[in-house]
């Protein structure tokens, strides 16, 4: 089997290719034998490089170039003037002898554009064949000595890349991940070395002609490269980039072997080695005859082998890396061993940890050899020939990050969210506010059908922007308001077509014909645009503003400014915990920081206070007052608000009584015995005070137990884990009764959305008391066995963040799009009382609605399809406001377009929500299984009708798409459709929900963590550490790692890791005497400690809530939990791991094809 | 004759019992036939200034149906140390506290002078008294200042130990707890939601004293119970709290649109106070007091609809039977009456508005618990000022003149059976041998509760004479009745009042001179006018007008002087003169004529009548004038036209209203300014004295009546001229025109008139 990697980017590509090119001609010649082993051991980090450049270039980054998305890329989103020659060139070759070596060159050729890309990525390249990659930079002098010319090392790393790219092009139209089939061709890891060495050469003369040609240029493109290399060598440091690798592949290969025999039971059986006979057909793995032979036996061996000293190490490589990873299953012993001595060794567990890499990639080289010694078959997918998230971001962050983008041109991909790249609004929607899964879409309903790939809109109408860039633009248009169709009411916008010499528009949506009225009549120039365009936001930009008329108010009455009341729980439970003193006293300076529109001096929205037990106690804060005054209202069965006046006060006002107030509070109910609560009177109770001050508001719920007491909405606990796997599971999502959704319809009405911050100890039926919040746009916080000490922080920086951030009120939100596709679905914290309007008591600016896109018609390729989203809202200072977004799509008659311009990322966020939303009504096996058949259906299609032909037995993904599997499998693990047993049925709840208002940034870290090993940070430069896969064979013991997934914040201590680094860290002498109920890093005057709180720091402003920090010890009991967020290893819940994953969808597609 | 007045007069001094025949009729048929019933007017309360009560338990016939008290009407055997109960003849052993009895030494309950006595019994725990405020907080500002004065100011006249509470209502209803310090508390409730009273309780954290929900600080006291310390406080401890909160109350914050009227929760804020009591103090003395300043608008219990457009009801409305709320108003509150009554705690109602605030529907809550009514124009007059500081009046020994929970017992002799009573009271269901199965007024029983009652409540009692006629009585003999009183003094104190009265049984067709010399006119026409309002209560106006008429009728022609068919011969002897004059004055009175009179007015004024004691009960029925004029001291005169002189000053006492009424040349000489110029000191002397006279009714007067000055032409001068008897109207010619009296305009019968009627239908054959 053979994997193919593409990277992403284009341009790197571009470069790479002619180091590819170059190097496999090299490479072939006689590295591989030679310098494989020498690299390994020479020098590791620079052998490395070395190393891998010279020998998997070779073979690998040949085939892996081609068949990688380089070509892709450079397609589509490159178009940088390199890429033109290549693409020419790249597909050429591979058309004609590409497939084999594309195949079989793939999995080497992701690896290489890595770690071209990686000059930082050197983690990332750190991957089997990019590890390699990654040193060639660092290894730059060793190239030198070893084999190439300086130049060709630079070139090749350059190369590398590129080729791939045109690999990729020639392999698949668009992109070519492909895995070879095991019969055929070389299968997986092994096969790609082994597969390919057999293709590729004639591929690699191929290519390398092309390369060469293409080389020239590309030399000068090499310029970079060099630079890139300085980079590499820093980041190439032996120690840092080699131990992590080593680790990761030792443990990889032991969980692969594990993996193999569950693996069998899902899909690809053909992974025990065992079996390996019959399964190397099934799988890609055993490319090689060679293979099947040494198969089981001979990875046994390697095992053997590779135990030894790294000097046996090099020699076996190929095998031990291979072999250790899929065929050993039998001893995880021995992988281990080989795993320690490689970190013991420290820089030589780096070296080896490439040389695994190597050997896997390598088989092929023991081929060539005729190497029998790396008998070491490589059956199953060396998990570092698959591609890897990790180098498709920096790929895309390096690529993409460093320019502008600009919004002007019709269907153009964004980079990605992982990206930090600023936007410029030139007519289309910053992709901050929305994200589609393609921007190329199918112009009829039978190809949308065919591909199966859901067209989604995943929209964040008030998202944040960077200070860089500016914020919408307020358009007035007086009292006759914003300009419409007629037809189809969509704004004015920048796709608008006036005719008639300005007299007239023409919707752009519906084709209506409308007056333009006279107040906003304007000529237009010879071009056919209005003279004021760029005077005008609205016919000039994607994202603005208007201002609306009273038409646009409830009742035509224009709305006063929002209010928010603070409802706090003041049971037992919730005065025992210190809870209720650390509100109130945390409210007394957080109501300076209400959210305040522009320029206005002071907010304008007005607060009240309510506590709660079993009947709730509103206060009268008015200003007049000497003291607040409580009022009860125990008739909770018919809720209402028993005072009018002072219960909603401005803060400046009645500073000093509400001061009095939450000092008093915490007093009053210290003695309270009191442990039952209520909850939906409190919420009506909220929504009434609204009502009677007629504005819209968010109350601000503090709740700590399953509300028992004797009223509405009363809820038992009906808690039941045997429900799990069974038909009744999806109870455990539906709120128990049907109240709370009428409730929440109550509170959409008035503009009541609900924020709700739970305590609890025990089972509260999040699922339940969730509706309302979910269904006015409110957000839950959850804070299980709340402890002061240990979650004061969190809750009150959640607590600051949800007060202060912008927000609107009373929100509607309609999407229009052009004719011949219709918004059918919606995803989100919303309701809907009709198909087409989402509204919103409350939106805020983290909240995300996905919406999905259904065709009633033919689109056409000349006119494109546009979406306008239209965000009626009410603004905290009482303004009413639409906020519109227009975007403009490619249409295409051809599934390749679609494909080349998907967005993985935004695909999963659409897949995720719309799995989370389906266990609510079917069993969760039946949504996983949908999953894994659209997935299937939507790769099948793709290497149905846009792959080049090739063996059915290659796994071919499109470039865009290379990611999916993995992300795919992270979704299908994730708590809420496979819960482990530390799960609750609340967090279960509590996710769903949570995932649902998620952006794709928030998706895409959640579902695949961000593993930062924070070890290797440098801490003289405020940059992150660059992250790697989440795999425990990642991890060193002698490291000390961060992972964060946007609710947790895992510091993972490896056993071994330096005094030093724990002193520094975390002020204690021994990795022993690290506490794990540290919820904060203890403050230290050092660099690392000061570095490592930075990076806390900076990730827990990047997230919308504050992360917990917790402290996991490696062999600790707490790393059960942390194991559960390496995604790429199998689960304990029964989640496939990564490989197997791959594998099981393979045979999917494959039963699709055939 | 005299002889009668003054036995009359003396018994009524000593036992506060009035009847209307102080010889009885010996049989059922002869008691018919004299057609005013058997019945008295009893004052169980009087305040005696000789009496001084004895504080030990009284003796009780042993008797378990009878239980009467040991009275001075006993027959005793001082060797055997036994007493004969005169009611059932049961002989009784004394206990034997009573060894040492003899002729020489008897115990005051048998001497003659102490036919009425007073004990002091050690009952129970002595709770405080307790003073729940219901305060309307929808009122225009300066009435809720003035309200919220008057409040203030009553704490300070309060017993020290008494418990206060305090419930305010508008919207919405809100129970203010009294305990703590910092953050004043209160519950609230919905107004438009009626609650029972475990839902009070529960909602008020009252039903599980063991925890409650919320305390402010450890204050409580462990003697002290918890929960009612809550809401109800000792006047003393609270006193500096309540006041500021009583300051700081504010008009009910919800807005009112144009054209509505605030909403009120009336119904649902009595209900709440009665619930609140009924879970902490049941039985034991206390007062709700409703100070409410409209009609209820909202919820259970509401009169009127919040819109302005629609006016409240009118008895135009009730007539057509238009008045959409009121049945079920009046059930809410009826229902609240008789709960409250249960629990012997007593309603007041001050309602003080311009318009109607509901009284009509409210009026049960005070009649059927004995509390008080007072209906003012706002609570910024002297009249609500004044009529609620003189609820917490003293009597001369300095003790309140409100006492709580009483229950009323009688007793009757055999001959005689209990009928019925009309006062402030609900009957206790207690069946006995001596409840007649015919009733009049509140029957079907022998004990009533009165749950709040004063040294002038006084209710009407009547009997029915069941001997019969074949059965005659023994000559000489004596039918008794004993009234026990139990009640709580404001002092706390329990104590119990017997009455025992006897008197003697005549056969009408051989004595009937002695009957007839025994009738008290006076007791007679404010009995038969209870009856009459009662009815009125429940009948429809004419109805009642006609069966009073007919009563007059056949009286008179039971007891009158005459030739048949000779209306000339006409004559009544002393003792039935007056009543056929009382009569027709009742007929125009406010209580049985509603023309004019708004709902809530009749109701007013019947709740008034139906308690006040006789002579109270007299002037409203025939209000008092009196004149002033140079040509003598000031006299009495008649109810008349006629007495309406241009040289006259008329003080006129309704009971509700004082009036001053210069007469013509009186006024001018004022406008003149003749008072002030010290030659006509005289003038200005006869100016003063009515003034002065007036001054003294309203300082002893409760409710404070409206006092008014006005003069000859003065459009005030209607409520002097809607009560005197028409005798010249612009009808009658050979008045007109005259110099004396003045003529009113109006088509109502004049006394004249309406006797030469009542001769012509006495004398007629044909009735």
Known sequence: MSVNQQAHTGPPYGQPQPGYQGYQQPAYGGQPLPGVPQSQYGAYNGPMPGYQQPVPPQGYFPSLGFPSKGSPVSLNSDTSSLAPNFIGSLRAPPTSGAPPPASGASLPSGHLPYSQFGHGDVQNGIPASTAPMQRPPASQPFLPGSAPTPVSQTSTFQQYGHPPASVQQLSNHMAGMTIGSTTASAPPPAGLGYGPPTSVPPVSGSFSATGSGLYTPYTASQGPPPTSVSQGLPLAQPPYPGQPISTQRLPTQVPGFAPPPSSAGIGPSSYPPTTGAPRPPTMPGPPLPGQTVAGPPVSQPNHVSSPPPPSTMSGPHPGPPMSGLHGPPPPPTHPPQPGYQMQQNGSFGQVRGPQPNYGGAYPGTPNYGSQPGPPPPPKRLDPDSIPSPIQVIEDDRSNRGSEPFVTGVRGQVPPLVTTNFLVKDQGNASPRYIRCTSYNIPCTSDMAKQSQVPLAAVIKPLATLPPEETLPYLVDHGESGPVRCNRCKAYMCPFMQFIEGGRRFQCCFCSCVTEVPPHYFQHLDHTGKRVDFYDRPELSLGSYEFLATVDYCKNNKFPSPPAFIFMIDVSYNAMKSGLVRLICEELKSLLDYLPREGNMEESAIRVGFVTYNKVLHFYNVKSSLAQPQMMVVSDVADMFVPLLDGFLVNVNESRTVIASLLDQIPEMFADTRETETVFAPVIQAGLEALKAAECAGKLFIFHTSLPVAEAPGKLKNRDDKKLINTDKEKTLFQPQTSFYNNLAKDCVAQGCCVDLFLFPNQYLDVATLGVVTYQTGGSIYKYAYFQLETDQDRFLNDLRRDVQKEVGFDAVMRVRTSTGIRATDFFGAFYMSNTTDVEMAGLDCDKTITVEFKHDDKLSEDSGALLQCALLYTSCAGQRRLRIHNLSLNCCTQLADLYRNCETDTLINYLAKYAYRGVLSSPVKTVRDALINQCAQILACYRKNCASPSSAGQLILPECMKLLPVYLNCVLKSDVLQPGPEVTTDDRAYIRQLVTSMDVAETNVFFYPRLLPLTKADVDSDSLPAAIRNSEERLSKGDIYLLENGLNIFVWVGVNVQQGLIQNLFGVSSFSQISNALSTLPVLENPFSKKVRSIVDMLQVQRSRYMKLIIVKQEDKLEMLFKHFLVEDKSLSGGASYVDFLCHMHKEIRQLLS | ?767
């Open chain 2, 1 to 767: 004759m005299a002889t009668y007045l003054e036995f009359i007069q003396q018994n009524e001094e000593r036992d506060g019992v009035r009847f209307s025949w102080n010889v009885w009729p010996s049989s059922r048929l002869e008691a018919t036939r004299m057609v005013v019933p058997l019945a008295c007017l009893l004052t169980p309360l009087k305040e005696r200034l000789d009496l001084p009560p004895v504080q030990y338990e009284p003796v009780l016939c042993s008797r378990p149906t009878c239980k009467a008290v040991l009275n001075p009407l006993c027959q005793v055997d001082y060797r055997a140390k036994l007493w004969a109960c005169n009611f059932c003849f049961q002989r009784n052993q004394f206990p034997p506290a009573y060894a040492g009895i003899s002729e020489v030494n008897q115990p005051a309950e048998l001497m003659p002078q102490f036919s009425t006595i007073e004990y002091i019994v050690q009952r129970g725990p002595q709770t405080p008294l307790i003073f729940l405020y219901v305060v309307d907080t929808c009122l225009e500002e300066e009435d809720l200042q003035a309200l919220k004065e008057s409040l203030q100011m009553s704490l300070s006249l309060l017993p020290a130990d008494a418990l206060v509470g305090l419930i305010t209502f508008g919207r919405m209803v809100q129970v203010h707890e009294l305990s703590c310090e910092g953050i004043s508390k209160s519950y609230v409730f919905r107004g438009t939601k009626d609650l029972t009273a475990k839902q009070i309780q529960d909602m008020l954290g009252l039903s599980k004293p063991a925890v409650p929900i919320q305390q402010g600080r450890p204050l409580q006291t462990p003697e002290q119970p918890v929960i009612s310390s809550r809401f109800l406080q000792p006047v003393h401890k609270i006193d500096m709290n309540l006041t500021d909160l009583l300051g700081e109350l504010q008009r009910d914050p919800w807005p009112v649109t144009q054209g509505n009227r605030p909403l009120r929760s009336t119904g649902v804020a009595l209900s709440i106070a009665v619930g609140l009591l009924e879970g902490t103090f049941p039985n034991t003395g206390a007062r709700i007091m409703l100070f409410t300043g409209g009609p209820p608008t909202q919820g259970p219990g509401m009169v009127v609809g919040d819109e302005l457009k629609t006016p409240i009801r009118s008895w135009h409305d009730i007539e057509k039977d238009n008045a959409r709320f009121m049945k079920k108003a009046t059930k809410h509150y009826e229902t609240l009456a008789n709960r409250t009554a249960a629990n012997g705690h007593c309603i007041d109602i001050y309602a003080c508005a311009l318009d109607q605030t509901g009284l009509l529907e409210m009026k049960c809550c005070a009649n059927l618990t004995g509390g008080h009514m007072v209906m003012g124009d706002s609570f910024n007059t002297s009249l609500f000022k004044q009529t609620f500081q003189r609820v917490f009046n003293k009597g001369f020994n300095g003790e309140f003149r409100m006492a709580f929970g009483a229950s009323l017992d009688v007793k009757t002799s055999r001959e005689l059976k209990i009928a019925g009573a009309i006062g402030p009271c609900v009957s206790l269901n207690v069946k006995g041998p001596c409840v007649s199965e015919n009733e009049l007024g509140i029957g079907g029983t022998s004990q009533w509760k009165i749950c709040s009652l004063d040294p002038s409540t006084t209710l009407a009692i009547y009997f029915e004479v069941v001997n019969q006629h074949n059965a005659p009585i023994p000559q000489g003999g004596r039918g008794a009745v004993q009234f026990v009183t139990q009640y709580q003094h404001s002092s706390t104190q329990k104590r119990i009042r017997v009455t025992t009265i006897a008197r003697n049984w005549a056969d009408a067709q051989s004595q009937l001179q002695h009957i007839e010399a025994a009738f008290d006119q006076e007791a007679a026409a404010v009995l038969m006018a209870r009856l009459g309002v009662y009815r009125a209560e429940s009948e429809e106006g004419p109805d009642v007008l006609r069966w009073l008429d007919r009563q007059l009728i056949r009286l008179c022609q039971k007891f009158g002087q005459y030739n048949k068919d000779d209306p000339n011969s006409f004559r009544l002897s002393e003792s039935f003169s007056l009543y056929p004059q009382f009569m027709f004055h009742l007929r125009r009175s406010p209580f049985l004529q509603v023309f004019n009179n708004s709902p809530d007015e009749s109701s007013y004024y019947r709740h008034h009548f139906a308690r006040q004691d006789l002579t109270q009960s007299l002037i409203m029925i025939q209000p008092i004038l009196y004149a002033y004029s140079f040509h003598g001291p000031p006299e009495p005169v008649l109810l008349d036209s006629s007495s309406i002189l241009p040289d006259r000053i008329l003080l006129m006492d309704t009971f509700f209203q004082i009036v001053i009424y210069l007469g013509e040349t009186i006024a001018q000489w004022q406008k003149a300014g003749y008072q002030d110029m010290p030659e006509y000191e005289n003038f200005k002397h006869l100016l003063q004295a009515p003034l002065d006279d007036a001054q003294e009714i309203l300082q002893t007067r409760f409710p404070m009546p409206r006092y008014i000055h006005t003069e000859h032409g003065g459009s005030q001068a209607r409520f002097l001229l809607s009560k005197v008897n028409p005798s010249q109207t612009h009808n009658n010619l050979y008045a007109w025109g005259q110099e004396s009296g003045a003529p009113i305009l109006t088509d109502d019968v004049s006394l004249q008139v309406f006797m030469d009627h009542l001769k012509k239908l006495a004398v007629s054959s044909a009735s």
